[in-house]
């Protein structure tokens, strides 16, 4: 089994930062892709950014140039580096590893709130 836990989430004022944390922990899996997800009151989940492991990146638009993505492979770890957090960046931020166990599996966290207050 393969567990996922995010830390990190808090309130901050817009123009602020926050720093989130992803750890995979389990036994006899790989990790391809991990990658950061938010959910909004009434919207769907949708993708933040997202680094394979090879250390390919890739943002959502609405982003780019604020949030950083950064992965340490040997602990299994991945970051969200908010900076310039705006109140539509409010939303449950979910971490998500793509993990090969003989086959391809999703594993997800359990959310951490961020809210952005204005």
């Known amino acids: 089994q393969v567990q996922v836990v995010e830390s990190g989430g808090g309130l901050v004022q817009a123009g602020g930062s926050l720093r989130l944390s992803c750890a995979a922990s389990?036994?006899?899996?790989?990790?391809?892709?991990m990658g950061w997800y938010r959910q909004a009151p009434g919207n769907e989940r949708e993708l933040v950014a997202s680094i394979t492991g090879g250390g390919k990146i890739n943002y959502a638009d609405s982003v780019k140039g604020r949030f950083t993505i950064s992965r340490d492979n040997a602990k299994n770890t991945v970051y969200l580096q908010m900076s310039n957090l705006k109140p539509e960046d409010t939303a449950v931020y979910y971490c998500k590893a793509v993990v090969y166990r003989g086959t391809w599996y999703n594993y997800w966290g359990q959310g951490t709130q961020v809210t952005v207050s204005s």
């Open positions: 389990g036994s006899g899996f790989s990790i391809n892709t």
